[in-house]
């Protein structure tokens, strides 16, 4: 049973444009987010994170947007470049432990130059 | 880079064999975390090593077991393997006290065949 979902397992985006990932859980005991960026051959990587008690946490070109009533978490990156093509993962996680990290199935996103 | 390096990079065998899966996490961190990411789906957690000793268990079979030796690197082993096991494997270390900051190797890519 997937406690996190990114229904897109692909997304295209113009160089210069945003690009937008999105991720749903299903259990609003989950209390801290993450997104991770995967090059190929390569391990994810942390991108950024938020805490359930902000809606939005900001670093550079990322910013991640938090909705605990829509379950709904969502990744923007402003201005897309060739670079940040990759998979995204989004991570929640309940409490302390590592067996309480769920990981998402991954966007892949293509920025076009 | 993340200074996690795993061995080997792609791995193939036959059903019902066993391989071993070696993982060095970055120089002083005590945890070692072991993930298996198959097609199509996000990264399942499955074993948590902290400085020698098993600290969570996810969804690891009984098939698969793993260790962390003194020397702090890590092994996971699959045996009487089937075609489903056949996915990457990823290995993760983060320092003490930090869960939520998990460095990602390469990864492990094994096809049963």
């Known amino acids: 049973d997937q406690q996190v979902k990114q229904n897109s397992p692909s997304l295209s985006v113009q160089e210069g444009r945003i690009s937008i990932l999105n991720c749903d859980y299903t259990?609003?005991?989950?209390?801290?987010f993450l997104w991770y960026k995967k090059y190929p051959a390569e391990g994810p990587t942390f991108l950024i994170s938020?805490?359930?008690?902000?809606d939005k946490n900001e670093d550079g070109r990322f910013t991640v947007f938090l909705n605990k009533s829509a379950k709904h978490l969502s990744l923007h990156i402003v201005p897309s470049q060739p670079g940040d093509s990759a998979v995204y993962f989004c991570?929640?996680?309940?409490?302390?432990?590592?067996?309480?990290?769920?990981f998402g199935t991954g966007t892949r996103l293509t920025v076009i130059p | 880079d993340s200074g996690v390096t795993q061995t080997p990079k792609h791995l193939i065998t036959a059903t019902g064999q066993r391989v071993t899966l070696r993982c060095s996490p970055r120089?002083?961190?005590?945890?070692v975390y072991w993930y298996q990411q198959s097609l199509d789906q996000g990264l399942q957690f499955l074993i948590q090593?902290?400085?020698?000793?098993?600290?969570a268990k996810g969804n690891i079979l009984e098939r698969f077991s793993a260790q962390q030796f003194p020397d702090l690197h890590s092994e996971l082993n699959l045996s009487s393997l089937e075609l489903g096991d056949s996915a990457l494997y990823f290995c993760?270390?983060?320092?003490?006290?930090?869960?939520?900051?998990?460095?990602f190797g390469p990864g492990t890519r094994l096809t049963v065949l």
């Open positions: 993760a270390s983060s320092p003490a006290g930090r869960a939520d900051t998990q460095y």
């Open positions: 259990n609003s005991m989950f209390d801290y």
């Open positions: 938020i805490s359930s008690i902000k």
């Open positions: 991570a929640v996680r309940r409490g302390t432990g590592a067996n309480n990290l769920f």
């Open positions: 120089s002083g961190d005590l945890s």
């Open positions: 090593y902290y400085n020698g000793e098993e600290r």
